[in-house]
């Protein structure tokens, strides 16, 4: 989750820092060649206070803003798509100092915005000496990042005026900063299940291990168990469909089938008591997820949209203590765009409306974006083979769920 909101005096050495990342990001878009990159933000002005991140605008053609996010990309980079923000796309750094790096529209407003503000408050000492009074007041008032930008907007907006900003670009700038005007771009949070909200593929990989260790001894030598058991799986997808069941069905077969039925009943009993204490194993969460839905539960409706066995999922979803952040709980056999569709259609929600945020690529945020929705991809350490899929979208993706509500903007 986010920490504290920490506001300091201005650092000498933030130039230097800025040009060292600017050096890393010449040297990552070599073959883009941006028409600029530019210091902006609070610690781009001399003797502003400022939260300690450097905020860094690379300033491309609008028709080379993809390829721009592409080359990062390769370079270790993260998009987090536009945060609500036209033309103005936010990417994660692979590691290193902290830093807010955009890819930016020539001649957009976000652009403006930020050198705007910047070279008036080079420029002008007593606005930037109130503006710096009024942030260290803030944070010394509050954590909370919505007060925050609410409270600075006054200042800000005197800010624009005086870089002649138009009073109606002026107006949409406010919108993103006022809690009471703020436009929130989805209706709909719609988050996965497994992996996303709790560990279950560790859990699954570890049956497949141990599949391997009973059968394996009964197995002609040259065949892979392991592959051959994802095989069956592969099989009988269309028939049993996803979850623990269809796991303990198709090992059961591949047991059989792998050893030519010469696995003894005693193996495969046990492999009825694995998949049955799995069924029953207690609900795992994954860090700080209550306190995610929380907070973006006071903002946006909730929905959760999972796949798998009926009975296993909702009793994964009742004693997970979650169920109360939603006001609808979906278990699907599928997901795919028709499937989707079908929901958004029942929930009275455009696909252009909903965010949905799961760990799978294949289930959670193609099918959705093919219907001209936004997904947000939040990678689990583990992914079954048959959820891999090849694919060259671009879309958000967060190194954890506890980045989910300063995405959206929380």
Not at 16 to 25: G, H, N, R, S
Not at 45 to 51: C, E, F, R, T, Y
Not at 274 to 296: C, D, G, N, S, W
């Amino acid at each position: 989750m986010s920490g504290p909101l920490v506001v300091v005096p201005y650092d000498p050495q933030w130039p230097t820092q800025f040009e060292q990342l600017a050096e890393e990001l010449r040297a990552a878009l070599h073959a883009v060649r941006p028409l600029a990159i530019e210091h902006v933000g609070s610690t781009a002005v001399p003797g502003l206070a400022a939260k300690p991140v450097i905020d860094i605008d690379i300033v491309v053609a609008p028709d080379e803003v993809e390829l721009t996010i592409a080359a990062l990309q390769a370079a270790g980079y993260t998009s987090l798509g536009d945060m609500g923000i036209a033309d103005r796309f936010a990417l994660r750094e692979p590691g290193g100092p902290r830093r807010n790096t955009y890819v930016v529209a020539a001649g957009s407003l976000a652009l403006r915005n930020h050198l705007g503000v910047r070279d008036v408050l080079r420029t002008n000492a007593e606005l930037r000496d109130r503006y710096g009074a009024v942030k260290l007041a803030l944070a010394a008032a509050t954590d909370d990042i919505d007060v925050y930008l609410d409270g600075k907007t006054d200042v800000l907006m005197e800010i624009l005026q005086t870089a002649g900003i138009a009073a109606d670009e002026r107006a949409v700038i406010e919108a993103g900063n006022r809690l009471s005007k703020r436009p929130r771009p989805f209706d709909i949070v719609a988050f996965d299940a497994d992996d996303t909200l709790w560990h279950s593929e560790d859990g699954f990989t570890a049956s497949e291990l141990k599949f391997v260790e009973m059968v394996t001894p009964y197995a002609p030598e040259g065949i892979n168990v392991r592959a051959a058991l994802t095989a069956v799986e592969r099989k009988n997808l269309s028939v049993y469909g996803y979850g623990v069941k269809a796991f303990g069905l198709s090992a059961v077969e591949a047991a059989l089938t792998i050893t030519d039925g010469a696995v003894p009943t005693a193996v495969i009993g046990e492999l009825l008591d694995m998949i049955r204490a799995t069924l029953t194993e207690q609900v795992r969460l994954l860090p700080h997820v209550p306190e995610v839905l929380a907070k973006v539960g006071a903002h946006y409706r909730l929905v959760l949209i999972t796949k798998g066995d009926l009975i296993h999922q909702t009793h994964k979803v009742e004693t997970s203590g979650l169920a109360h952040h939603f006001t609808d709980i979906e278990i699907l056999l599928e997901k795919d765009p028709p499937t989707y569709d079908r929901l958004f259609r029942k929930f009275g929600v455009p696909a252009e409306r909903v965010c949905m945020v799961g760990n799978s690529v294949r289930s959670d945020i193609l099918p959705v974006m093919a219907l001209g929705g936004t997904a947000v991809h939040v990678p689990y350490p583990l992914l079954w083979e048959l959820e891999h899929v090849e694919h060259d979208e671009h879309f958000a993706e967060l190194a954890s769920i506890t980045e989910l509500p300063a995405w959206l903007g929380l």
